[in-house]
């Protein structure tokens, strides 16, 4: 679960970040504009995930062996 919400993090960031320096929303242009309903799909999912990363600053890291 953490993986996956750290990539749609990732994707929302790339986004974000293709938004402030082109204002080309990669989101929008795939799935047909910023209104439609998959769009919106994935504009939630992302913030869901960034809710959920939030959980990760408050873990305790633990030691893995490799």
């Not at 929302?12 to 929008?28: H, K, R, Y």
């Not at 504009?43 to 995930?49: E, F, M, P, S």
Request: positive net charge; charged residues 15%; proline residues 0%.
């Amino acid at each position: 679960m953490d993986r996956l919400a750290l990539i749609l993090v990732i994707v929302g960031a790339l986004n974000w970040g293709l938004i402030g320096l082109f204002q080309f929303d990669l989101v929008a242009s795939l799935f047909g504009g910023q209104a439609s309903l998959l769009s919106r799909a994935v504009y939630t999912l992302v913030g869901i995930a960034g809710v959920y990363c939030i959980s990760l600053l408050f873990r305790e890291r633990t030691a893995t062996k490799e």
